[in-house]
């Protein structure tokens, strides 16, 4: 039973353009729901990380949306860049464990 | 500044052997964490423990045992290892309520 549903499983975007990945979860007892960026051969790294009791956090081009009714959050990357190419985990956390979304594999093209 | 270093990076083990996936930390924190990544599958945990001496499962612990003597080491023992755990197992440390920082992974082939 996946805890945390990301779609889409991988995305294609121009160079400039919004890249939107969206994370849904049911367990309402989640309170941390951190993105991780990972390269090719490297272990994932905290993106950026949000708590339910805000709506948006945003940190340079990188912003979270949280619908905490909808029980949803996701991740926008403006202005993409070739080099944001990697793959993308949501994750939602309660307690000691975490868990992950399945990964986007984010793809810009120049 | 180490950070989380796993050894060895890359493996390839006869079903039926045993290895051990080596994890040490030099940040200090008391919460590590083994994951295993699948492709199309995410990341699983195998694994964790809150602190010294104290180790828990999590998703997917079969076939799988770890042990924390000390703060800094979190190792991961295979016993009779299988096709099914070829993968890449990635160590993560924790501390306090902020994210995870992670290993740069193993990447396990069992033929």
């Known amino acids: 039973q996946q805890q945390v549903k990301q779609s889409p499983q991988s995305l294609i975007v121009q160079k400039g353009g919004i890249s939107i990945i969206n994370c849904a979860y049911e367990n309402t007892a989640f309170d941390y729901f951190p993105w991780y960026q990972q390269f090719p051969g490297k272990g994932p790294a905290l993106l950026i990380a949000i708590r339910p009791d805000v709506s948006e956090k945003k940190e340079g081009r990188f912003t979270i949306s949280f619908n905490k009714s909808a029980k949803q959050f996701s991740l926008h990357i403006m202005d993409s860049q070739p080099g944001d190419s990697a793959t993308y985990f949501c994750a939602a956390s309660a307690g000691n464990q975490f868990y992950f979304g399945t990964g986007t594999s984010l793809t810009v093209i120049p | 500044n180490a950070g989380v270093t796993q050894t060895p990076k890359f493996r390839i083990l006869k079903i039926g052997q045993s290895m051990t996936l080596q994890c040490t930390q030099d940040?200090?924190?008391?919460?590590m964490y083994w994951y295993r990544q699948d492709p199309g599958m995410g990341l699983k945990l195998i694994y964790y423990?809150?602190?010294?001496?104290?180790?828990d499962k999590g998703e997917v612990p079969n076939g799988y045992n770890v042990s924390r003597s000390t703060t800094e080491d979190f190792p991961l023992r295979l016993e009779l290892a299988a096709p099914s755990q070829t993968s890449v197992y990635f160590c993560?440390?924790?501390?306090?309520?902020?994210?995870?920082?992670f290993g740069s992974g193993t990447r396990l082939t069992v033929v």
């Open positions: 940040m200090n924190h008391n919460y």
């Open positions: 423990s809150v602190g010294a001496g104290i180790t």
């Open positions: 993560a440390t924790r501390q306090g309520e902020g994210g995870y920082t």
